[in-house]
């Protein structure tokens, strides 16, 4: 069988080299760090989280958390291994992100058919290849990578939140609770009077925000769209997103606070927490300075501060093939979040397909199309059909599935239906 190139050990290639080891094929996995870093990593492990430590929604009526069953059942080392290394998050799925990155780069490395060789890959190597570079691909090859699809690059912003010793959170001010009380109690809420709250939002966004690099406009990513950049579309807006206070009752009152900032655990033993949705690109002081104005936070401490950056994709509809080939070379795919597909998640998923791929084509296999039925399929049907011009990358959604034949008017039962039916056609196929 021949030997696999993968290039890059995130969430993509590491699950894309999994997956090609498991079916008995060789790789060689590439990563540069630590000879190289990307602006956004902090360590050499593989599968590092850049921003959150979540990885959203766990339940089937919740299509992220349909992709994550589906995952499972295709022997995902990104999920099990999320799996394993899960902290308290109520109805979501999040990891200590230390002892999960440690865990796969320990699975991958141990595997006999995996070669790992730390260097930064510059040119688009020979023979069958997925390129898992991520958003943050280096330079060089960033380039190359342009060159090889012609001028179908594009990019847009995005940031992360801010992480906080917990030991320096007020607990006589905050409390512990998920939303509705789903799952066990898991953030802490600093709740806000409404007066502190326009305090609060005046200071957010009269606060100094670092100044922009080499980028030429702003484009974000709605997803991940700066705390201080939302706060200016308006004073209530905010209210309607991460300050959201429904189902966030205070227990000691009983009654629902103006606005709340929800802070989640971040690693196993809750030392770290992180301020959800409070992704910036406030100047650090300026980020101590406001987010001390929470209540709770007056003495807080942070372990790291919140930062922006580029994110590239490509015009996936115009250069991709539903298997995750390139349309102009048969033995060179390409996954993770540079396809299109948005978020930690979709990008192993994206992983999952294009490893697989590459896989039967070095063994001379017949390649797989997921149905599109499935979540997986779905995502890899969007980032190949969505219309070119206007192509934005796209979380795991169900707007993205084919509709049911009959009309569910309730919500729940529609999405439990649809889950159903993912499960379903993806036992069906021969794998
Ligand atoms: P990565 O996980 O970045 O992996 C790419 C790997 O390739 C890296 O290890 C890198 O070092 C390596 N590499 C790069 N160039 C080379 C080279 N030339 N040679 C060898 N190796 C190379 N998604 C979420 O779901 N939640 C979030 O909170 C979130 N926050 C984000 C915050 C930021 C700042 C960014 C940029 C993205 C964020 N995303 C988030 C989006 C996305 O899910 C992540 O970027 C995810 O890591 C993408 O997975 P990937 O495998 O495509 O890339």
Avoid at 3 to 8: D, L
Wanted: hydrophobic fraction near 40%; glycine fraction near 8%; proline fraction near 5%.
């Amino acid at each position: 069988v021949k030997t696999v190139n993968v290039i890059g050990a995130g969430l993509a290639g590491s699950e894309a080299a999994w997956q090609l080891a498991e079916a008995g094929v060789p790789v060689n996995l590439y990563e540069m760090r630590p000879v190289k870093s990307t602006p956004a990593h902090h360590t050499a492990d593989f599968a590092e989280l850049v921003c959150s430590n979540s990885l959203r929604g766990n339940g089937l009526t919740n299509a992220v958390g349909v992709l994550k069953e589906e995952m499972r059942r295709l022997n995902s080392i990104v999920v099990t291994s999320a799996d394993e290394t899960a902290v308290p998050a109520g109805g979501a799925l999040a990891v200590d992100r230390n002892n999960f990155s440690a865990l796969i780069t320990r699975k991958v490395k141990e595997h006999p058919l995996v070669t790992v060789v730390l260097e930064e890959i510059k040119k688009i190597p020979e023979g069958i290849t997925v390129i898992a570079s991520g958003p943050l691909t280096s330079e060089s090859l960033a380039e190359e990578i342009a060159d090889y699809n012609g001028s179908h690059g594009f990019y847009f912003y995005d940031a992360a939140a801010p992480i906080i010793d917990s030991s320096t959170i007020d607990r006589e001010k905050v409390y512990l609770k998920s939303r509705y009380d789903k799952g066990e109690a898991a953030y802490l809420n600093c709740p806000m009077t409404e007066e502190e709250f326009t305090r609060f939002y005046h200071a957010l966004i009269e606060a100094e925000v670092a100044p922009q690099k080499e980028f030429e406009k702003e484009k974000f990513f709605e997803g991940c769209m700066p705390i201080e950049v939302l706060a200016k579309r308006g004073i209530k807006t905010m209210l309607f997103g991460p300050m959201k206070p429904v189902g966030l009752e205070d227990p000691k009152t009983g009654k629902r606070p103006y606005a709340v900032i929800q802070l989640r655990q971040d690693n196993a033993a809750a030392s770290m927490y992180n301020i959800v949705g409070f992704q910036t690109h406030l100047k650090w002081g300026e980020q101590k300075r406001v987010f001390r104005m929470i209540p709770g936070l007056e003495n807080a401490e942070f372990l790291r501060y919140g930062v922006m950056h580029r994110n590239s994709f490509m015009n996936s509809p115009e250069l991709l093939k539903p298997t995750y080939q390139s349309k102009k070379r048969n033995d060179l795919f390409f996954a993770g979040q540079m396809t299109g597909v948005e978020g930690y998640v979709e990008s192993a998923g994206s992983g999952l397909v294009a490893g697989l791929n590459a896989g039967r084509l070095a063994k001379g296999e017949e390649l797989l199309e997921f149905p599109r039925e499935t979540a997986i399929g779905s995502m890899a049907y969007y980032i190949t059909h969505a219309e070119g011009k206007h192509f934005q990358p796209m979380n795991a959604n169900f707007g993205l599935f084919p509709a049911l034949p009959e009309r569910i008017r309730d919500k729940k039962l529609r999405y439990e239906t649809l889950a159903e039916r993912a499960l379903n056609a993806l036992s069906a196929m021969t794998i």
